[in-house]
């Protein structure tokens, strides 16, 4: 479970969110929604250690993860906006980069893990392609199966059906179903709202539940 | 033709010396201009106000006077080098300072979220800049490097200045003695010929980074 208590962001004198309260149950798909410009991405970004705190924490099961922007441990996967897929790197490679060089994993198992879970994804015959031979939607699928191979305790996703045509958009619907069937817990930052609607358990409206 | 041969040992000896401030210069500015580029974005000042004024001594004053000062000037105020690395001395802080400038340009244009991507997979700092950044600066520095490169081959002429023997000098030796041009043809030819190599090999170098983009 993430809980996220009197979470408080401001650039000097501009308030982004003040005392955020969120929690995240296990297993469970939560959007958080609203317009574009007011603050969702910088929440997300505090999650994954990428911007700090003004006040507040979060918790995930009980250990206080740093919102000092030192991300201490890999405990949530994110897939950006614009993916940041590593262009030097194949789709395999991309996967295995992490848990070869960080988690310490055997090459050959690491492989073994990432081909299962291309495989899951229907990415499996794009795995030795670089990510400027994918369209939009495989490189979001081959981001989405970088971040599942450190076993992220949630995954985070940062507007992930902008710039996605209509099909790409079905296929992330289709591949957060097929991850929440698996009980992999979902975070999912967007402005979409019928994907929105069609995707998640529980709905967080930034706009009207947080203070500024 | 059998003028040719009389000469080609001398001149051979003189690509010895040409061939070795070339690689000994690429050996040490590469690094140098690595970490110099990194100094850039030092987080103290005076780092960063250091590295500026040397970036602009080494691109503000001409090769050739590096060279004299390194070799003359530092003489004499007590610090002698032998010829050679004087030469060395000089090419490296020269080059690594046009390195260091071509290597930050690289530097910048590797985008924010490959670092925040790195970071959320839990890179160290080491691990994001040897296998994440360095090979798309790597990419993206190569025409420019070549540029520099090339350049390399030809100012490697500059170290007649300190009486070093290098394969110009050795042109000019016979040239003057034997009252004809043709050792400076053989000596353009020569120098052709290794501008060619080294270009043929960044094309090479650049077809192999061209597999991804």
């Not at chain 1, 962001?9 to 149950?25: A, D, G, R």
């Not at chain 1, 369209?135 to 979001?140: C, L, N, P, V």
């Not at chain 2, 353009?188 to 983009?213: C, D, K, P, Q």
């Amino acid at each position: 479970m993430l809980e996220i208590k009197n979470l408080t962001k401001q650039y000097n004198e501009n308030v982004i969110f003040k005392s955020l309260n969120l929690t995240v149950n296990d297993g469970e798909v939560l959007s958080v929604v609203g317009p574009s410009g007011i603050g969702k991405t910088t929440l997300i970004k505090i999650m994954a250690g990428l911007e700090t705190a003004n006040d507040g924490e979060i918790i995930l099961n009980g250990n206080p993860i740093n919102t000092n922007g030192e991300s201490s441990d890999v405990n949530i996967g994110m897939i950006f906006q614009d993916f940041n897929l590593f262009p030097n790197y194949t789709v395999i490679e991309n996967i295995t980069l992490a848990p070869v060089n960080v988690s310490k994993q055997p090459k050959s198992e690491a492989i073994k893990q990432a081909k299962e879970l291309l495989d899951s994804l229907g990415m499996l015959e794009k795995a030795d392609l670089y990510p400027y031979q994918l369209s939009g939607g495989q490189k979001q699928r081959a981001a989405i199966a970088r971040a599942l191979a450190m076993n992220p305790q949630i995954l985070a996703y940062d507007e992930p059906t902008s710039g996605l045509d209509e099909a790409s958009t079905h296929q992330v619907t289709e591949v957060v179903k097929a991850l929440k069937e698996r009980g992999v817990t979902q975070v999912i930052i967007t402005h979409d709202q019928p994907f929105a609607e069609a995707v998640s358990d529980r709905m967080f409206d930034f706009a009207t539940e947080v203070q500024r | 033709m059998s003028y040719l041969i009389t000469i080609i040992p001398s001149l051979m000896s003189g690509l010895k010396t040409t061939l070795g401030v070339f690689f000994l210069t690429i050996i040490g500015s590469v690094p140098l201009g690595i970490l110099v580029s990194l100094g850039m974005k030092s987080p103290y000042f005076t780092i960063r106000w250091l590295i500026n004024g040397y970036i602009w001594i080494m691109r503000g004053t001409p090769l050739l006077l590096q060279l004299i000062f390194i070799y003359y000037g530092l003489g004499m105020m007590g610090i002698t080098f032998p010829r050679f690395e004087s030469a060395i001395i000089a090419f490296i802080i020269n080059y690594a300072a046009y390195l260091a400038e071509i290597f930050r340009g690289g530097l910048q244009s590797v985008p924010r979220g490959q670092y925040d991507a790195a970071k959320v997979l839990g890179f160290s700092k080491i691990q994001t800049f040897f296998k994440i950044v360095l090979p798309q600066v790597i990419k993206i520095v190569v025409p420019s490097f070549g540029n520099e490169v090339i350049n390399l081959v030809k100012d490697t002429s500059l170290v007649y200045v300190i009486g070093l023997g290098d394969i110009l000098r050795a042109g000019n030796i016979a040239a003057s003695r034997d009252v004809t041009l043709t050792p400076y043809l053989l000596v353009g030819v020569m120098y052709l010929i290794m501008t060619a190599i080294v270009t043929l090999l960044l094309r090479r170098s650049e077809t192999v980074l061209n597999t991804w983009r």
